[in-house]
Nanobody
Framework: QVQLVESGGRLVQAGGSLRLSCAAS????????VGWFRQAPGKEREFVAH???????????YYADSMKGRYTISRDGAKNTVYLQMNSLDPEDTAVYYC??????????????????WGQGTQVTVSS
């Protein structure tokens, strides 16, 4: 079974930075799309970013418009880990952040229904 484990969430001051990690096991990352989503209380789970591979070191990244410029998604193939670097954090970024994975598909892969595997989530709290 595919296992996804997020880590790195913590309390951080506004304007600060944080890097989340998503460690995967049980499959090869070479044929998967890995995405980050977040969900705040009373809000829908929203797409943050995803990264996908077309073989070897070739991969593609895609960001929600509101995240572009502040968030960066990356991977470490040797460690089978995907990262989400978050800069210039604002209290509005407070949410549970989830890592999700799916086999590669032709769509934009921005819906929760596009992903079949999910991590447990990690809490990010940004203080004012």
């Amino acid at each position: 079974q595919v296992q996804l484990v997020e880590s790195g969430g913590r309390l951080v001051q506004a304007g600060g930075s944080l890097r989340l990690s998503c460690a995967a096991s049980g499959h090869s990352f070479s044929s998967y799309v890995v995405g980050w989503f977040r969900q705040a209380p009373g809000k829908e789970r929203e797409f943050v970013a995803h990264i996908r591979w077309s073989g070897g070191s070739t991969y593609y990244t895609y960001y929600a418009d509101s995240m572009k410029g502040r968030y960066t998604i990356s991977r470490d193939g040797a460690k089978n880990t995907v990262y989400l670097q978050m800069n210039s954090l604002d209290p509005e970024d407070t949410a549970v952040y989830y890592c999700a994975a799916s086999r590669s598909g032709p769509g934009l892969m921005v819906s929760v229904y596009d992903y079949g595997y999910w991590g447990q989530g990690t809490q990010v709290t940004v203080s004012s």
